[in-house]
Structures are given as structure tokens and as C-alpha cells.
């Protein structure tokens, strides 16, 4: 069995971004000289997530227009009035004083929690003859939803 | 360490439809000959998820009206107002001359990207005994959001 | 190779609760004498979930709030007019005659299934230097959406 780890930072000029991983995943698994296996591929932040899904800019935009609806933040107005509504009751998140990066510029990060549930944190993808086995118009996103700082991901290959 | 890879193929006759799987992941564990470890299940396509849940038609049938809620058609009338709202606000998607299958019958497929993304693509069962290690009421579905055509999914076991 | 696998049992006193499981997971990889690998953490039950975030009480109040507007139930009336309008459309879930531990005292339990599909039942995490790789502030819980019963989980290591 062989099994290989390399470690990825971000620090995205945007506040949310989504920045396309599938060639570094790509390169884990040939360092790691797995040909049948399998990738995790695991962002180790609480307000970031990885998504599977297609490299066009206008499903990104799309996505994260609707993501800003569903879990609406509360550093900006809501979007419309459903996305009033899903917001916190109280008028902001309870989640103010502490957490991740606190104290800093941003400190209600609420929102970001709750992509980060949305889109989840994680992923496993197939290894086969040594390449990843993914359908033509898969690519591997890190969903950054609380950027300007650096952030860490995790791909651990495990295979032989 | 034992690995073994089986792909399936779905054409369903409705566009949207959950596809129960778990005799075929049980039976790639089987061929696999493995007693411990770990069995990969995801599919490879963006317009596509895996769900384990249970296999009541009740459940089905209002998981996939509230889907359409949260991650509205754009090739249908929204369901309701909150429904309408939670929709693209170009009036449609921007995910419009690209992406799986363009072009074709259905160009607008917005909203299978988003279901794919609350679903999940993939999901990873326990193998124990040589048996799928699952509670009483988990089986595991295809759920086809964008049918009527060749997709593709990849079962990878891995253990010993 | 080595596996190694661990059950819970979780019976909690609320209905709906997240109970903090890191350190449960961590001593199973401790058990399996696992140094790099991959463990999977799955709940056995289609009305509870797993996720990895903060360990904050804020966090948590706010999200349990927020999903019963999402995945509103049908045993309390509806937060807001958009909770409302996501649930059911029959007013009821379909979901009603059958299903996991029925017949019982809270006969309907639609919403707990679309937590989970919103939560994701299951996470892999990776193991790197006998420990648990997980970031600073990453921890794991168990969702439970319909307690007050006995609910298992179960812990499935692999690594070497």
C-alpha cells in the first residue's frame, strides 16, 4: 500500500473565489505513484469548501449568486427577501465573538460556515491506472468563501 | 490491499429519477473479495448526485418537489414565490452556451448543478464482513437530474 | 494494510443536538495503529448526519435555526413565510405510512431526511502521522435530527 499527503495554501485576492485544483490532485497522485486508489481531497477550514463540478465561469457565478441566497450573509444586504429571511433571526449570527480569525476586519463569518456545510468541506475521488477517473467535465474546485488570508487544504492519496 | 473497479451506466426515461443501487455496490463488493475497507460510489457527471436515504416512494417524491424549490428549474414555472426568488436573477442561467451535453434538447441545466452540489456526487460506504456496513434504512441512489441520455458511474472498492 | 472499526451509539436527550465526537474518532485511529491512511465517520441512520465545523455554541444555534428553514418540519409551525413555503407541498410529507422506527411518537419525521441530505450523512478525514489531519479549528459532530431513541455510527479506519 502507498499513500502520499501534500499540502496546499490559498490566499485569494477575492473574498470568495472559486480556484480550480484538478491538475494539483492530478500531480498528487502521480508523486504518489498510486495507479488503483483512491483521493481525499479536504479543505481544512470551516468557511471553505471543494466542489466537483463544471470549469465555466457561468455556472461558478450562478452558484455563488444562489449560494448568497441559501446562506446569506451578513456583511452585505440580503440579496432579496428570501434570502432575508434565511438569514439569523436575531438580526445577525449568535456566532460574533469567537471562531476562526477572530478578532480581525471580518468578523461576522457566519455565512461562510454554512457554504461550507452547503457545498461540503470534502471530497474522495477514484484513482484508476494511475490517472484520476473522473467524467469529462468534472474539475475539482476549492470553494473559498472567506479568502484574503491564507488557507489550507489537505490531498491524502492512499493505493497501491 | 485488494482494489476492484466497476462502472454503470443509467439512461432513465424520466429526466429526474432516484435509481436504487445498493445491490450493484453490494455486488462490486462481492467481486472485489473484500472483507474490510472501503467502497467509493460516484458519479461522473455535474448533473448528478449519490444519496443514501431510504427507499420510500414518499420520501422520494418530496425530496425531489423541495429540490426544486431550493435549486429551481429554469425550464419549468417556479413553484412557488420563494421558489422564484431563490432562481438566477438574470431570469436565467448564465450557464447557458456551454458546459455537459450542449448543444442539445434541454440546453438549460442550471439547476441540476445545483442539485448535484446539495446532494453531493459521491458518497463513501463501510465495508464490513465482507458486506456493505449499512443501517437498516440506508440505500443508496442514483439520483439522475438531467436523464434521458448515457451517465456514468464508478464504483471503487479498496481494502483487503 | 490495516483497518480498524469502531460503533457508537448516541440516545441524546433533545430531539435534535450535535454532539462533538473528534476525540471518539481520533482514539479509534489511535486503536487501529494507523500512522497515514483515510477514516470514514457514518452515521447508520437516514435522520442524522455528520459535519465538521467549529466548536462554537453560537455556530451551532444558528445553524439548527437555519435549517429547520431550509428542511422546515411539520411538527411545529414554520419560522417564517419562506420555511412555509419549502416544506411539502400536500401540507404534510408524503413521507408518512412507513419509514425508519415507525410506528411512533413523532410519526413525521420528513424534515430530519432532508437534514441529511443537506448535512451529508458521512465524512472521510485524513490520518497523517498516527493523528487526525484535521485544521485548528475543525471539529467533528454527530447531527443527530431525531433523537431521543438509540442511533449508531460507525468508525472505519484504513491506512497502514
Known sequence: MRTHTR???FQTPERRQF???????EQA???????EGMVLVSAMHITAGVWVN??????LEDT???LDKLAPPSWKPPANDVAEQLGPDPGDFRH?????????AWPVVGDAHWKNLLVHHQVVLPITDGRLDLGPWQAVFYAEFDGGRPKRLVIKVLGE
Open 7 to 9: 499540502y496546499m495554501t
Open 19 to 25: 480556484v480550480r485544483i484538478t491538475d494539483d490532485v
Open 29 to 35: 497522485v502521480r508523486e504518489a505513484g498510486v495507479s
Open 54 to 59: 463544471d470549469d465555466e465561469p457561468g455556472i
Open 64 to 66: 455563488l449568486e444562489w
Open 96 to 104: 460574533h465573538r469567537g471562531g476562526e480569525g477572530a478578532p480581525r
